[in-house]
């Protein structure tokens, strides 16, 4: 079946730092892929996106490329703030009504 | 535009009792989820509505029930709460009307404590 699979954490930067966070996904046919971001005492919300091969989704500084030959969806940010500590999930939808997530990335930043 | 609400916030139930969990969206989505999520875990699939009047299990549907009471509400409930069941529960909607490959958008989660 679908799978998500995400590099273990937690992952620690110094402020500034460039940032990535590998996800690779295994699935038939062309899923859409999502990077979600989780605050502290908060529920997901959508970093961003990407619905084909090539598309790059940014965010906040954040991007993502879907990588269709590497079946790959790495997280990237040229300079990391304090304030981007939080949780980090990759997740795929295809053809059905299911939503197939990663176990999430927890990113510490220190000042 | 509130997006997806739950109701209650934080709740601390005694082994044994029962409680419902209540999700409701103003997106005229057409899915609707209930995830639990563990401390230093992802999350799982308890249940989903892929449309009104449609309910299937998911990942980890033993000791829940859910009803989609209509378009914009999906309940969750807990007949006989047990001390796993503690954890932060999550309720996400998606517009699945046109296609399928649609990003969820989540509510602020259920703090339930089951002691």
């Known amino acids: 079946g679908d799978s998500v699979t995400q590099m273990e954490g937690p992952v620690t930067l110094s402020e500034e730092a460039f940032l990535t966070i590998n996800c690779t996904y295994t699935?038939?046919?062309?899923?859409?892929l999502f990077w979600y971001v989780q605050y502290p005492g908060e529920g997901l919300q959508l970093l961003l996106k990407a619905t084909k091969a090539d598309d790059k989704g940014s965010n906040k500084g954040f991007e993502a490329t879907y990588r269709k030959e590497t079946t790959s969806f790495h997280l990237e940010k040229g300079s990391v703030q304090v304030s981007d500590s939080a949780v980090y999930f990759c997740a795929l939808s295809q053809s059905n009504y299911q939503l197939i997530w990663g176990a999430g990335t927890k990113l510490i930043i220190k000042p | 535009n509130a997006g997806v609400t739950q109701t209650p916030k934080f709740q601390v139930l005694k082994t044994g009792q029962s409680m419902t969990l209540q999700c409701a969206q103003d997106m005229n989505h057409n899915s609707m989820y209930w995830y639990r999520q563990d401390p230093g875990m992802g999350l799982r699939l308890i249940y989903y509505?892929?449309?009104?009047?449609?309910?299937d299990k998911g990942e980890v549907p033993n000791g829940y029930n859910v009803s989609r009471l209509n378009k914009r509400e999906f309940s969750l409930r807990l007949e006989s709460a047990a001390p796993s069941q503690t954890s932060v529960y999550f309720c996400a909607s998606r517009d699945t009307g046109r296609q399928v490959r649609t990003e969820a958008f989540f509510g602020q989660g259920t703090r339930l404590t089951v002691v």
């Open positions: 509505s892929a449309s009104e009047g449609t309910t």
């Open positions: 699935a038939t046919g062309y899923p859409s």
